[in-house]
């Protein structure tokens, strides 16, 4: 108890053991709280509101060191100082008026004597012989008086010998690596790009064990190389090589050789055009069954698929005969046109199937081939679109999946009479026989 007693703290409650909370009252400031006796034993306080009081007060400033500190800014202390977030009443030593302000903000005070508004008015310290030493850092050399931070000021460009008018707060943020007038700069500039993007590149090509063959211009151009590890020689672009998983397709085990896939190619009926382009691109070709030009990609000859067009035996057939539609749905408001060619059975007639969906049939031009028909279907929409720009009336979801909304457009935009005058004078134009 005379621990206790001598520590300021008086017991509320009966002592129990020395490492249990005993509830006491701190006589120096009159809070309740919770010492332990071992606690107070060692000489260690419990009272946080005295410890945080005294703790703070340590730090605090002395009104001494205050008074010198505002001194040097002319100001003079009126109110009480508390801590440094806490603002306090000064005296302007400059315009003898009383403001607030707290030496946070005061520390801040890089320039200018007095109160804020003070400061706000000083003049800012200048020095042109220093403005133009930081043009002449740049590459800038000053032909004439400084005019002012925004004002276009001629110059010099140390670099291509033009004068030009630059204005100083365009050049303020420029390091000394890029100098002279603004398109010099931008020329140094992309330059370092450019060193630095090849460089990249350059190391992306030791990575994937490539020697180069060509010579290396951009990151976007293709570029001969040679694989180091099989020997093969092919063209890559830079950019491509980090996103590839392999960097040589033979390595890879993808590898296609163009002779082997033009004798391919031959063998199949197709006769190419044009160099091999790749084995995933479209290749034009001339396809020798049927005469007609295609453009299928090797790939897709290899797996077995077809790849003319007029001779397909799915969907619509360009060599087989055909007719164009020119059908109306008054529920939706619409018109529409389209092309077809005959089934054998009504049941998979497309023609049907829009019937069978409440479209009714204004009239029908039957032609010798497909191609026909959808050349004469282009230059009818091409007419409707780009010269009289009437827009595509239905979604996919109104057509309720039938397709063809591309070919649909509104009544009110159009009449039917005047769409048959279109499809009968494109027929005409074109001397195509229906």
């Known amino acids: 108890m005379s621990t206790m007693k001598k520590a300021k703290y008086e017991p509320l409650e009966p002592y129990k053991t020395a490492l249990t909370k005993w509830k006491c009252t701190h006589l120096p400031c009159g809070n309740v709280v919770y010492p332990k006796y071992n606690t107070i034993q060692q000489g260690r306080g419990a009272c946080r509101t005295c410890y945080a009081l005294n703790s703070g007060s340590s730090k605090r400033l002395k009104k001494d060191e205050v008074r010198k500190r505002l001194q040097k800014k002319s100001l003079i202390l009126v109110g009480n100082y508390i801590n440094v977030n806490t603002s306090f009443e000064i005296l302007c030593g400059i315009c003898d ?3 607030k302000i707290n030496l946070e903000v005061l520390a801040k005070k890089s320039r200018g004597l007095g109160c804020e508004k003070c400061c706000r008015s000083a003049p800012r310290p200048f020095s042109e012989k220093k403005v133009i030493d930081e043009m002449l850092e740049k590459g800038l050399k000053p032909l004439e008086k400084y005019a002012g931070y925004k004002k276009p000021w ?38 370092k790009r450019i060193k630095d993007s090849e460089e990249i590149v350059l190391k992306r090509f030791r990575d994937k064990n490539l020697k180069l063959i060509g010579a290396y211009i951009k990151a976007r151009q293709a570029v001969e190389v040679e694989c180091l590890t099989c020997g093969h020689i092919f063209e890559t672009k830079g950019l491509s090589l980090s996103r590839q998983k392999y960097s040589c397709a033979k390595c890879a085990g993808n590898y296609v050789d163009p002779i082997e896939a033009k004798k391919f190619m031959i063998l199949n009926g197709y006769k190419p055009k044009v160099e091999f382009p790749g084995a995933h691109t479209s290749w034009k070709s001339k396809h020798l069954l049927c ?42 408001n619409s018109h529409k046109i389209g092309i077809a060619n005959p089934a054998k059975t009504k049941r998979s007639d497309r023609l049907h199937k829009f019937q069978h969906h409440g479209w009714q049939v204004f009239t029908i031009w039957n032609f010798k081939t497909g191609k026909v028909a959808e050349q004469v279907e282009n230059s009818v929409l091409l007419e409707l679109r780009i010269k009289r720009k009437i827009p595509i009336h239905l979604s996919k979801a109104e057509m309720s999946g039938q397709g063809g909304h591309t070919e649909t457009m509104s009544a009110d935009s159009i009449t039917l009479l005047e769409l048959e005058k279109i499809i009968k004078k494109v027929i005409r134009s074109s001397k195509m026989k229906s």
């Open 154 to 191: 001629l110059c010099e460009c140390l670099v291509c010998h033009k004068n030009k008018r630059i204005r100083r707060d365009t050049i303020m943020g420029r390091t000394l690596n890029f100098q002279g007038c603004i398109q010099c700069a931008k020329k140094s500039q992309n330059k």
């Open 97 to 99: 008026e009383v403001s």
């Open 291 to 332: 005469g007609n030009d295609a453009a299928p990609s090797y790939t897709t000859i290899k797996s077995g698929n077809g790849g003319c067009k007029h001779c397909a035996k799915y969907g619509f057939q360009y060599s087989k005969p055909a007719y164009l539609y020119l059908i109306t749905k008054p529920a939706v």
